[in-house]
């Protein structure tokens, strides 16, 4: 892992090129997601099929890149009882937690005396992305499903890339078909966000997307916002540990390693500490447990790249730069938690003290674990349940209330020069 300290003498300059990089801006992968895009808006399923065999190595039809009855019928039968068990529990604190975060109707009166108000409705149709690649996500079906099934989504359409026999993991569709997807697609990749955003003869467009994904995935999604809506800018995992001398070594390189096995080599981990002996013994724990792991290749190429071991001087100091990395999970290993939870004001999780590590919010806690990286944290908050939810304001006024607000009318039409909007109040009183 890289290592730098604040009694560095590039230590700003190095912090300001850290927080910098982020895989979310890659003009190289924008340009490419571009292509893939118009490759779709141009040709809709030819392009899909082409694309699927190109990148997933899949050679299917148009009428395979829907997941049949059949399919999902012996993914049933494949789940065994520990997988139910898992996605029981799992989809049981999701949904709770979702509930708790459901926007409700509501409506007042205004100084006119007219009823004003909003209510909230689930989008009709949305499209979830669930990654696959090296590791299928059977987690992120849950986290992202289930709030749309809370949010009462009538149609939730999945689309997850296949293996190269054309299936879907089985584990996966099971998690999914549990969660409530109406409709699951073989389709991976900018090409999917592309199909479920412009719509192709196989796949129906909806009004707005969400879910995790590689860089790819995610330049699709912001190339395509006004076509369709979406969630935020979830892209390779991140974590960052904050940690003070009271912290355990062995948990941190724990955490640092889990986050960093998803394979993209995207992945960011970093530890903010004010202590050099924790650094120098979360570095041997990283040494000791990490040929243990079977996914070490993947994970080494993360750390390399995008490991890092930061001492800072003070607290304070550590609380900027959490901040300013706006990091996806944020694991507070220090003493004054509470003054954490204030000032940490950027990261889309934080996870208390040494006993709540990521994982737990990867799969089990309750929150979703679609949270924005690269920075974008600065902006967006993690995936809730209200973002499936559709507002729309309500007015009602009776005569007594619009002759109430007739005068300021007037003088609001009068002000901008639309007299029409003036009379058409004005010829109602």
Not at 70 to 83: G, N, P, V, Y
Not at 115 to 131: A, N, Q
Not at 172 to 186: M, N, P, Q, S, V
Not at 294 to 318: P, T, Y
Request: proline content about 4%.
């Amino acid at each position: 892992m890289n290592v730098l300290k604040f009694s560095d003498k590039n230590f700003a300059a190095r912090l300001t090129q850290l927080a910098a990089a982020s895989s979310l801006f890659d003009p190289v992968v924008e340009e490419r997601a571009r292509g893939i895009v118009e490759a779709v808006r141009a040709r809709g399923d030819v392009a899909l099929l082409e694309l699927t065999e190109r990148f997933d190595g899949a050679q299917l039809t148009a009428e395979q890149l829907a997941v049949s009855q059949a399919e999902i019928f012996h993914a049933s039968l494949a789940a065994d009882e520990s997988l139910r068990d898992a996605v029981t529990e799992a989809e049981k604190n999701i949904a709770a937690f979702a509930r708790k975060s459901l926007r409700k109707n509501w409506s007042a009166r205004n100084s006119h005396g007219a009823t004003v108000g909003e209510k909230f409705d689930g989008f009709g149709r949305v499209g979830i992305y669930i990654p696959g690649g090296t590791a299928p996500l059977v987690s992120t079906a849950l986290m992202t499903i289930t709030l749309a099934r809370v949010a009462g989504c009538r149609e939730i359409v999945v689309c997850t890339p296949p293996g190269r026999d054309g299936s879907v993991n089985p584990a996966l569709l099971f998690a999914a078909r549990t969660a409530g997807a109406t409709e699951i697609y073989k389709a991976g990749g900018a090409q999917a966000i592309a199909a479920l955003a412009l719509g192709t003869v196989s796949i129906r467009p909806v009004q707005k997307v969400f879910g995790p994904g590689n860089a790819y995935v995610v330049a699709a999604k912001r190339l395509l916002v006004g076509h369709v809506a979406i969630d935020l800018l979830p892209g390779p995992s991140e974590v960052l540990v904050l940690a003070d001398d009271s912290a355990n070594p062995k948990f941190i390189a724990a955490d640092l390693l889990a986050q960093a096995e998803h394979g993209s080599g995207h992945e960011r981990v970093w530890l903010v500490t004010t202590s050099a002996k924790i650094i120098k013994a979360t570095e041997k724990e990283i040494a000791r447990q990490l040929p243990q792991l079977s996914r070490h290749e993947f994970i080494q190429k993360a750390l390399a790249s995008n490991g890092w071991l930061i001492q800072v001087k003070s607290l304070a100091d550590g609380f900027a730069l959490v901040n300013r990395l706006a990091p996806e999970h944020c694991e507070v290993m220090i003493r004054q938690q509470e003054q954490a939870v204030r000032e940490i004001t950027t990261a889309g999780a934080l996870f208390l003290g040494g006993w709540s590590p990521t994982v737990l919010g990867d799969y089990v806690a309750g929150p979703s674990h679609t949270l924005p990286t690269g920075g974008a944290g600065r902006s967006f908050a993690g995936l809730t349940v209200d973002q499936f939810q559709r507002r729309t304001s309500v007015v009602n006024y009776a005569k007594p209330a619009l002759k109430k607000a007739l005068r300021a009318v007037k003088k609001f039409a009068e002000l901008e020069g639309l007299d029409a909007h003036g009379k058409s109040a004005e010829i109602r009183a």
